[in-house]
Each structure stands twice: as structure tokens, then as C-alpha cells.
T-cell receptor, first 109, second 116 residues
Framework: GIQVEQSPPDLILQEGANSTLRCNFS?????LQWFHQNPWGQLINLFY???GTKQNGRLSATTVATERYSLLYISSSQTTDSGVYFC???????????FGEGTQLTVNP | GAVVSQHPSWVICKSGTSVKIECRSL??????MFWYRQFPKQSLMLMAT?????????EQGVEKDKFLINHASLTLSTLTVTSAHPEDSSFYIC????????????FGSGTRLTVV
């Protein structure tokens, strides 16, 4: 099956700093999503971005499908940004969503 | 939007009993729903794919007799953990996808199961 690798596994920032999270995948996909899992476990969909670039406030994401990677940018980080960020993809053939191992982000005041 | 509701949010049960978790798509019909399991500090692992009106498809290593899935309608899938044991304690999350060009997968809020 498809492999999804996220980096870095852990990231500690001071409030106000910017960061970039990366997601590499091993095969063609027609669905890629970035999620933020809050401390209560809920998965918040940040972006549905199988290709191209999207922005939502302080967050933006870019997926270069031909090179099989996606980037999530967080600018002016806040303590409420803390949590685990997951990248999940669906292969072009198939219906299952495969998750990466996640990036644990800690933003300190 | 595409909203998926999951209940209960948390449940504590005694070893040997069964627990049912419900997953509902509130504003769309879902012929397929997905059940994931997440252990602490780990990623989400797909357990099974729930198909409306037919048998679920289980991932390798998942016991179909322990994790019973029923998808009786286009908006409801249930996961029953039968004869639960402490090792079944985990976070269970369901998901569904609304058909359409810009819709991805939407997840329920999850159920934290503790078996004592």
C-alpha cells in the first residue's frame, strides 16, 4: 500500500514563530488532507488539497502531486496551534485514507 | 458542509461486556463509512470499511467477530465491540466522505473506550 511520511515528528516553537510541516507519499493520490487533532482527539480538517495551493488565515498548504509531497505552513503560531498534525492521502485506485505518523507541535508562550 | 456525528464520546465498560458505537452522517448520505482505531501517541489505523447493505471489509489482523459492523442505512453505521477486554481500550473514530469535487473525508469526534 501507499506509504506516507511526515516530518518532523516533533516540533517545539515559541509563540509567533513560523513553521513548515512536510508530507511525502509514495504513489499517485487523488485526495490529500491535512488535519489537526486537538487534545480531546477530534480531527479538524484543515485543508482538502490533492493539488495546488490554498490559504486559510494563518495556515496555508501546497501539494505538488507530480513530486509526491505536500507542505503545511503555519505562520505567527499561537499556543492554540499545539497538537498533532496529520497528513492523510487516498490512492488514485481505492477508497481508503492512509494517515502519516503525524507531527506533534508544541507552541510555548 | 459534511457533518459526521459519533456517539458516545466516551464509555467505560466492564470486561466481558459489549459496547456499541454509532456513527451518523447528518447532512449527506454515505454508502461507505470507515472505522479507525488510535492508540495513545500513535496514528490512526483503518480497522474496516463499512458498506451500506452489505458486509463490512476488515483490514488484516482485525477480528471481524470481535468488532461487529452494521451499516443498515445510508446515514448510520455502528461498531460493536463484543466481549470487550482491557486491550480493546482505545480511541475509535469513524469517517465518511461526501461525494463531490471538493469534499474530503469528514471524521466523527471519536469515542474513547476504557475497559476495566
Amino acid at each position: 500500500g501507499i506509504q506516507v511520511e511526515q516530518s518532523p515528528p516533533d516540533l517545539i516553537l515559541q509563540e509567533g514563530a513560523n513553521s513548515t510541516l512536510r508530507c511525502n507519499f509514495s504513489d499517485s493520490v487523488n485526495n490529500l488532507q491535512w488535519f489537526h487533532q486537538n487534545p480531546w482527539g477530534q480531527l479538524i480538517n484543515l485543508f482538502y488539497i490533492p493539488s495546488g495551493t490554498k490559504q486559510n488565515g494563518r495556515l496555508s498548504a501546497t501539494t505538488v502531486a507530480t513530486e509526491r509531497y505536500s507542505l503545511l505552513y503555519i505562520s505567527s503560531s499561537q499556543t492554540t496551534d499545539s497538537g498533532v498534525y496529520f497528513c492523510a492521502v487516498k490512492e488514485t485506485s481505492g477508497s481508503r485514507l492512509t494517515f502519516g505518523e503525524g507531527t506533534q507541535l508544541t507552541v510555548n508562550p | 458542509g459534511a457533518v459526521v456525528s459519533q456517539h458516545p464520546s466516551w464509555v467505560i465498560c466492564k470486561s466481558g461486556t459489549s459496547v456499541k458505537i454509532e456513527c451518523r452522517s447528518l447532512d449527506f448520505q454515505a454508502t461507505t463509512m470507515f472505522w479507525y482505531r488510535q492508540f495513545p501517541k500513535q496514528s490512526l489505523m483503518l480497522m474496516a470499511t463499512s458498506n451500506e447493505g452489505s458486509k463490512a471489509t476488515y483490514e488484516q489482523g482485525v477480528e471481524k467477530d470481535k468488532f461487529l459492523i452494521n451499516h443498515a442505512s445510508l446515514t448510520l453505521s455502528t461498531l460493536t465491540v463484543t466481549s470487550a477486554h482491557p486491550e480493546d481500550s482505545s480511541f475509535y473514530i469513524c469517517s465518511a466522505r461526501r461525494q463531490g469535487r471538493d469534499y474530503g473525508y469528514t471524521f466523527g469526534s471519536g469515542t474513547r473506550l476504557t475497559v476495566v
